[in-house]
């Protein structure tokens, strides 16, 4: 079993920066991948970013690409999203979720969320 805590989230100005830290408990993790999504209201949850656990192979959502940096610290068991020049569309409830086998595209774990705002 793992159990993800995500923290880092807040009210920021547009423009401003955000890291959130998701930390991996339970046992080391030795899964596939971990990745952020985030969902806001009213809209479907979509991926943001992924980060394979092993070779550090990185992926970007169109909308975050030149903003957002996704990264792992293999010790500490933790993934950081690093948030720059943030917008008010990046408003969201952000969620940490690890993947533990590349033949599935499913997420098994999940973190409990944690709110990012963004003001105009």
């Known amino acids: 079993q793992v159990q993800l805590v995500e923290s880092g989230g807040g009210l920021v100005q547009a423009g401003g920066s955000l890291r959130l830290s998701c930390v991996a408990s339970g046992r080391s993790f030795t899964g596939y991948a971990m990745a952020w999504f985030r969902q806001a209201p009213g809209k479907e949850r979509e991926i943001v970013a992924r980060i394979t656990w092993s070779a550090g192979i990185t992926y970007y959502t169109d909308s975050v690409k030149g903003r957002f940096t996704i990264s792992r610290d293999k010790p500490k068991n933790t993934v950081y999203l690093q948030m720059n020049n943030l917008k008010p569309e990046d408003t969201a409830v952000y969620y940490c979720?690890?993947?533990?086998?590349?033949?599935?595209?499913?997420?098994?774990?999940w973190g409990q969320g944690t709110q990012v705002t963004v003001s105009s």
């Open positions: 979720a690890a993947r533990l086998s590349y033949l599935t595209t499913d997420y098994n774990y």
